[in-house]
């Protein structure tokens, strides 16, 4: 069966723009969380949903924003990037929204350059 | 931002050695931790889990050990092989807190062969 499926792979924006990053969880999985990972700061959880809801928001600022649609697949957008926003984003899925006994996947990641 | 820490940033390990890779969590409240492998390019890979109501668990050449008295977790690696070269993250859940992970910094093993 398919794992998580993140699209684009690899993208370069401009200070300014936006960029939305897409990801399509293992089938049937219902919980999706997107993280940022840097060199400097580590994996940092953005926010996490399950049902088209957000169940839990990471402290990162308003420009940060995802969704979930009703086939469970998610987006996350970033309005007005900056160069900080450089960084590998990771998006894992889950059957249900508590972890306890249910396995969080990964997938590849999107890598962002803003120049 | 938050993080689970750790206690060294690069380990290198002798092909066929054991590895043994350390993790310090601060919040008595997580319940559930997870190691993940990270290699080059990729996504974080799934290793093993253990919930707070266990001190050991053992998977296929892996055992995870979580001491909850000093808030400390290990990840022991048997017959560590090339392959294993990687860096490994630990993750916390706190109860409560649905599906958010909390990750430490990260420590990379490299295999000499």
């Known amino acids: 069966k398919a794992g998580v499926t993140q699209t684009p792979r690899y993208l370069i924006k401009t200070r300014g723009q936006q960029v939305t990053l897409s990801c399509s969880p293992i089938?049937?999985?219902?919980?999706v969380s997107w993280y940022q990972q840097t060199p400097g700061q580590g994996l940092q959880f953005l926010f996490e949903y399950f049902s088209e809801t957000q169940r839990n928001k990471g402290n990162f600022p308003g420009r940060f924003s995802g969704r979930q649609f009703s086939n469970s697949r998610s987006e996350m957008n970033v309005s007005t990037l900056e160069l900080g926003d450089s960084a590998l984003y990771l998006c894992a899925s889950s059957l249900q929204g508590q972890p306890l006994g249910n396995t969080i996947y990964f997938g590849e990641g999107s890598w962002l350059t803003v120049v | 931002g938050e993080s689970v820490g750790l206690h060294l940033p690069t380990l290198s390990v002798q092909e066929g050695d054991n590895s043994i890779i350390n993790c310090a969590y601060s919040?008595?409240?997580?319940?559930?931790f997870i190691w993940y492998k990270q290699e080059s390019g990729k996504g974080p890979q799934f290793i093993i889990d253990?919930?707070?109501?266990?001190d050991k668990r053992q998977g296929q050449r892996v055992t995870v050990l979580l001491n909850k008295t000093v808030k400390h977790l290990s990840l022991q690696i048997a017959a560590t092989q090339p392959g294993d070269s990687a860096v490994y993250f630990c993750a916390e859940n706190i109860r409560g807190q649905g599906g958010k992970l909390i990750f430490g910094q990260g420590t990379e093993l490299s295999v000499k062969p």
């Open positions: 253990i919930r707070s109501n266990m």
């Open positions: 089938s049937g999985h219902r919980s």
């Open positions: 919040n008595s409240a997580s319940d559930y």
